[in-house]
């Protein structure tokens, strides 16, 4: 049933996707990136203009461990375009006071479509070999766990729970590693912000140079942590877990390290943990065939402090995905709340519900995305019916929530009716033509580009990143 003009559009809406983000970034790691020095020297762009943030940006952070007391705060060491001077293209970073001993880890984020670190890369980690991860990279990120666990064990470091909701019916607090809240590709987000002064002065976004910049735009790569800590969490009634940061206005900012730490010591059940069909930890071949990979998907868990799976079955794509149709369940449970909440992207959604139908649509649909639709042969544009306005704005958002549930319960299997014979999701080929079941049914194609046109950002929102 799969002709060639059914695949040709599923073809067409991958090549869309993938010309969204056109931008393949080179950035240079400075000397000694875990010192004090190392982390106020700018991280020197090439291949992409870092004053086009929204669509060429990328984003530093760092999160330091003292690990006599346990304390942790939060830096993000400034990305210049390469060849930019002090005072003519950046404002000089602050330089940290670190403690002795500190323990250091550094997390990357792009909205461009991929990042190559150079330079200093000593203990970085881009990817497997020459299959880089995409939009994220770490430096030395597991010893930073190692040590937090270990100051987390003497009882040095005091990780707060997730906490209850008190708006949302008392139901637990969400993190990073729960179902209910993640996209198709979680924990790669950092809540980095800098500043552009006059569109061409680059700055952290200190206290100081946010006082004194009255003409400055905030870089707000608005990550899925930030929607957790920024958006979620409030609607809910709930406190993120923040740290002190002397490169926020505030003096304290939420990081994607704590953001682990915190789903780590209080784990959802069952936890959401980086799975094979996630987009960044896919090996893509030549030939446009892409290969799970448990050595890769492996890899990334290490930079953000997740159990390594000791068999693909225990990072496996299609157990991910009917985990993940408890979000469908719990967006459409708290729709009245979601509802009254500010939008993150208002040209995506029109509120935080529109918005995280959106985003969970997105997210479980055929590849590049998590696939789960694929998996589970069910038409998402149906179980998830979006309206957009003339703007393609999301407006309204109608989740058949039964389907999701059988699917949660088991009594949807992988293959569903049987109509898709890739449950696996194991070659482009095989998703792409199990992609035209729902691409070519969807309502207006316009409104499905649009609607994909929302991971331009992905990094950014629906990141996918
Ligand atoms: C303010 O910033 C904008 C760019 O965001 C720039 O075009 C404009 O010239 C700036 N105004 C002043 C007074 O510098
Ligand atoms: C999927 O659902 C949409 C929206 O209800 C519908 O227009 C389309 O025909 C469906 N596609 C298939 C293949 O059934
Ligand atoms: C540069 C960039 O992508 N900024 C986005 C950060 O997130 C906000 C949403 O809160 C968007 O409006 C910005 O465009």
Redesign the pocket.
């Known amino acids: 049933m799969f002709s060639a003009s059914t695949v040709g559009v599923a073809a067409t809406l991958f090549a869309y996707v993938s010309k969204a983000q056109p931008f393949n970034c080179q950035i240079e790691v400075p000397p000694n990136p875990l010192t004090a020095q190392g982390l106020a020297t700018p991280y020197k762009m090439s291949g992409c203009n870092q004053l086009d943030f929204a669509n060429q940006g990328s984003f530093v952070e760092a999160a330091i461990l003292n690990p006599a007391t346990g304390a942790i705060s939060i830096y993000s060491p400034l990305v210049i375009n390469n060849g930019m001077q002090v005072g003519n293209g950046f404002i000089a970073p602050v330089v940290p006071t670190l403690p002795a001993n500190a323990v250091v880890g550094i997390w990357f984020g792009s909205n461009a479509q991929t990042v190559t670190l150079t330079g200093s890369t000593t203990g970085c980690v881009n990817g497997l070999g020459g299959s880089i991860f995409g939009q994220f990279a770490y430096c030395n990120a597991p010893t930073f766990f190692t040590a937090a666990q270990t100051a987390i064990s003497a009882g040095l470091l005091k990780v707060p729970p997730v906490g209850t909701s008190t708006k949302a019916n008392r139901q637990a607090c969400p993190s990073t590693r729960d179902f209910r809240v993640v996209d198709m590709d979680q924990s790669d987000n950092v809540d980095t912000t800098y500043l552009l002064i006059n569109g061409k002065l680059l700055a952290q976004n200190t206290a100081t140079n946010a006082a004194s910049s009255k003409n400055a735009t905030v870089l707000s790569n608005g990550s899925d942590n930030a929607l957790i800590n920024s958006f979620i969490s409030p609607a809910m009634g709930c406190t993120p877990y923040t740290a002190p940061s002397i490169t926020t206005p505030t003096g304290t900012s939420g990081g994607l390290a704590l953001n682990e730490l915190q789903a780590n010591q209080s784990p959802p059940v069952p936890p959401a943990l980086v799975p094979m069909n996630d987009d960044f930890t896919v090996i893509a071949g030549n030939n446009g065939a892409v290969t799970q990979s448990l050595a890769k998907t492996n890899l990334y868990r290490a930079g953000v402090g997740q159990p390594q799976a000791a068999t693909a079955a225990d990072a496996s794509g299609t157990t991910y995905c009917q985990q993940y149709a408890a979000s469908a369940l719990f967006i459409a449970q708290n729709q009245a709340l979601f509802t009254g909440t500010t939008s993150p992207a208002p040209a995506v959604a029109n509120n935080l519900f529109t918005f995280l139908a959106n985003r969970f649509a997105t997210s479980f649909g055929p590849v590049p995305s998590l696939g789960c639709s694929t998996i589970f042969n069910v ?1 998402i ?2 179980l998830v ?1 979006q309206t957009m306005n003339g703007n393609c704005v999301v407006v309204a958002a109608k989740i058949n929530t039964a389907p999701f549930q059988q699917i949660l319960n088991g009594q949807i299997k992988p293959g569903g009716a049987g109509a898709v014979s890739s449950a696996t999701s194991k070659t482009h080929a095989a998703n792409v033509a199990s992609a035209a ?2 691409a ?4 207006t194609g316009a409104g499905r580009h649009h609607h994909w046109l929302g991971l331009k950002n992905r990094n950014v929102w629906a990141r996918a990143s």
Do not use: K, R
């Not at 070519?440 to 309502?443: D, F, I, K, N, Q």
């Open positions: 038409n544009t149906s019916q079941v729902v070519t049914g969807t309502g």
